[in-house]
């Protein structure tokens, strides 16, 4: 009777887990603002057949196939008069106080302050069909509160804080501009270009453009390659999806063309690009599960911390970023990147054999008693970052008891990360554990290294 009890039990846990996997999909098509969306689209030439707005379970709003797409298919082909590029808003009413501001603005500013001002108008937009079905908070670092900073990894926050603080800086700096849109609107500027407002567009723009390369004009500065697509940024970033994307200048639509295929019913997903998870969270505001391109980052400070009894230490970090070897060191599931171990044997050599650093950074070996010292250091290395994520994570369980909503979904974000580092990391260890050398070794100081040769 055990036996069956126990046998009932772990069936009802794998139809339970069978029922958890299977995404549920609720179509969106009929709501009012997808309504208005396809309605505005239509006038402007675009017809979908083979996509509709969609809630999914595991991945949120999104677009599911309608019938089953084939390799090499178009599921996508916009015209160009649905595209909001820079063209857009110097051609309407906001073109005349953008063509005559000196210092000339850049695109990502002049798009930002037209959907701030289009959100403004209301309903009286053009574009409110698509400004209406915009998120109103994103999930990327401009939104992130001081707690949600304080749980990222050394590697990310330090670019999560910059993000954070440069569209603070777009704000202030362009206090004079804003006041002189005055005339067109119907409330004081103050109330209209807020920071939250600027924020909320810069972030639209930012994770949902597409590149789209412009010509340049007299009236913007810096590269143009921004154009906002309605419907189409509705598709969701998978890592192993293949597609086509660009803008024909044949038909003059913005298309994207499936490699991989769907079937019906299933979720369409495009390709941001081979970013990993770290590059997502800060340009898009997610991370993606099962993420082959993900990696963890080992930053300077940690290493500086781990070996700072080296007296020579200064000068072979200096070398190292001298010769760019100081970016990009990062472990995987696999164990460390050859970049990673190629500074390490450099970083295990002493101040007298200074004229074989640079043969070490192209690829010469190093003795064995320096290639385990370069292997316990690693991971002495993966074992610092593990106990950092332990911590984060556990910080996180707190704040999570009494956070609003709003962080609660940045936090989901981070900890996604976080978990992601924790199984890395695991893996990376139990490589380098493999690695022929004895684990009950102390790390050699620098010191007994000199002395060794």
């Given at each position: 009777m055990r036996g069956r009890s126990h046998r009932a039990g772990r069936a009802l846990r794998k139809r339970r887990q069978k029922q958890q996997s299977i995404v549920q999909t609720v179509s969106l098509c009929h709501q009012p603002q997808y309504v208005r969306l396809m309605k505005f689209l239509h006038k402007q030439g675009f017809t979908s057949t083979l996509l509709q707005p969609a809630l999914f379970t595991d991945t949120g709003r999104g677009l599911q196939a309608l019938k089953t797409i084939k390799p090499g298919q178009l599921i996508i082909s916009l015209p160009e008069s649905c595209l909001l590029t820079t063209s857009t808003v110097l051609d309407s009413y906001l073109g005349q106080y953008i063509k005559n501001w000196k210092p000339r603005l850049s695109p990502l500013l002049a798009l930002c302050v037209f959907l701030v001002c289009e959100q403004h108008r209301g309903k009286a937009s053009d574009w409110f069909p698509y400004i209406d079905v915009l998120p109103?908070?994103?999930?990327?670092?401009?939104?992130?509160?001081?707690?949600?900073?304080?749980?990222?990894?050394?590697?990310?926050?330090?670019?999560?804080?910059?993000?954070?603080?440069?569209?603070?800086?777009?704000?202030?700096?362009?206090?004079?501009?804003?006041?002189?849109?005055?005339?067109?609107l119907s409330r004081p500027v103050e109330e209209v270009l807020t920071y939250e407002a600027l924020r909320w567009a810069w972030c639209s723009v930012n994770t949902r453009s597409v590149f789209m390369s412009h010509p340049s004009n007299n009236f913007l500065s810096g590269q143009d390659v921004y154009a906002l697509a309605p419907f189409l940024d509705l598709l969701n970033h998978r890592p192993d999806v293949q597609v086509k994307a660009s803008f024909n200048e044949v038909t003059r639509c913005y298309e994207i063309r499936s490699i991989s295929g769907t079937l019906r019913y299933q979720q369409a997903f495009i390709n941001y690009g081979s970013h990993d998870n770290q590059r997502l969270m800060l340009e898009y505001g997610f991370a993606a599960s099962g993420n082959p391109h993900s990696v963890v980052y080992v930053d300077t400070d940690?290493?500086?911390?781990?070996?700072?009894?080296?007296?020579?230490?200064?000068?072979?970090?200096?070398?190292?970023?001298e010769n760019n070897f100081l970016q990009n060191l990062t472990v995987s599931n696999e164990g460390p990147s050859w970049r990673l171990m190629t500074a390490l044997r450099l970083l295990s050599l002493p101040q007298t054999l200074y004229p074989q650093w640079r043969a070490v950074l192209l690829g010469q070996a190093v003795c064995e008693e320096r290639e385990e010292w370069s292997i316990r250091t690693a991971m002495t290395l993966c074992q610092r970052l593990l106990q950092d994520t332990h911590r984060a994570l556990d910080k996180m369980s707190h704040v999570l008891q009494q956070c609003d909503q709003s962080v609660r979904e940045q936090?989901?974000?981070?900890?996604?990360?976080?978990?992601?580092?924790?199984?890395?990391?695991?893996?990376?260890?139990?490589?380098?554990?493999g690695m022929q050398i004895q684990p009950d070794e102390l790390l050699p100081s620098q010191s007994d290294v000199d002395a060794a040769s």
């Amino acid at each position: 009777m055990r036996g069956r009890s126990h046998r009932a039990g772990r069936a009802l846990r794998k139809r339970r887990q069978k029922q958890q996997s299977i995404v549920q999909t609720v179509s969106l098509c009929h709501q009012p603002q997808y309504v208005r969306l396809m309605k505005f689209l239509h006038k402007q030439g675009f017809t979908s057949t083979l996509l509709q707005p969609a809630l999914f379970t595991d991945t949120g709003r999104g677009l599911q196939a309608l019938k089953t797409i084939k390799p090499g298919q178009l599921i996508i082909s916009l015209p160009e008069s649905c595209l909001l590029t820079t063209s857009t808003v110097l051609d309407s009413y906001l073109g005349q106080y953008i063509k005559n501001w000196k210092p000339r603005l850049s695109p990502l500013l002049a798009l930002c302050v037209f959907l701030v001002c289009e959100q403004h108008r209301g309903k009286a937009s053009d574009w409110f069909p698509y400004i209406d079905v915009l998120p109103t908070a994103y999930t990327c670092p401009a939104y992130y509160t001081d707690d949600v900073m304080a749980v990222l990894p050394t590697s990310v926050r330090r670019r999560a804080l910059e993000q954070r603080e440069a569209v603070r800086e777009i704000h202030s700096v362009n206090q004079d501009f804003f006041r002189s849109l005055q005339p067109i609107l119907s409330r004081p500027v103050e109330e209209v270009l807020t920071y939250e407002a600027l924020r909320w567009a810069w972030c639209s723009v930012n994770t949902r453009s597409v590149f789209m390369s412009h010509p340049s004009n007299n009236f913007l500065s810096g590269q143009d390659v921004y154009a906002l697509a309605p419907f189409l940024d509705l598709l969701n970033h998978r890592p192993d999806v293949q597609v086509k994307a660009s803008f024909n200048e044949v038909t003059r639509c913005y298309e994207i063309r499936s490699i991989s295929g769907t079937l019906r019913y299933q979720q369409a997903f495009i390709n941001y690009g081979s970013h990993d998870n770290q590059r997502l969270m800060l340009e898009y505001g997610f991370a993606a599960s099962g993420n082959p391109h993900s990696v963890v980052y080992v930053d300077t400070d940690l290493l500086c911390d781990v070996l700072k009894g080296d007296r020579s230490l200064d000068q072979k970090i200096k070398f190292l970023r001298e010769n760019n070897f100081l970016q990009n060191l990062t472990v995987s599931n696999e164990g460390p990147s050859w970049r990673l171990m190629t500074a390490l044997r450099l970083l295990s050599l002493p101040q007298t054999l200074y004229p074989q650093w640079r043969a070490v950074l192209l690829g010469q070996a190093v003795c064995e008693e320096r290639e385990e010292w370069s292997i316990r250091t690693a991971m002495t290395l993966c074992q610092r970052l593990l106990q950092d994520t332990h911590r984060a994570l556990d910080k996180m369980s707190h704040v999570l008891q009494q956070c609003d909503q709003s962080v609660r979904e940045q936090m989901d974000v981070v900890h996604s990360l976080r978990q992601e580092e924790r199984c890395i990391l695991g893996s990376c260890l139990e490589a380098l554990g493999g690695m022929q050398i004895q684990p009950d070794e102390l790390l050699p100081s620098q010191s007994d290294v000199d002395a060794a040769s």
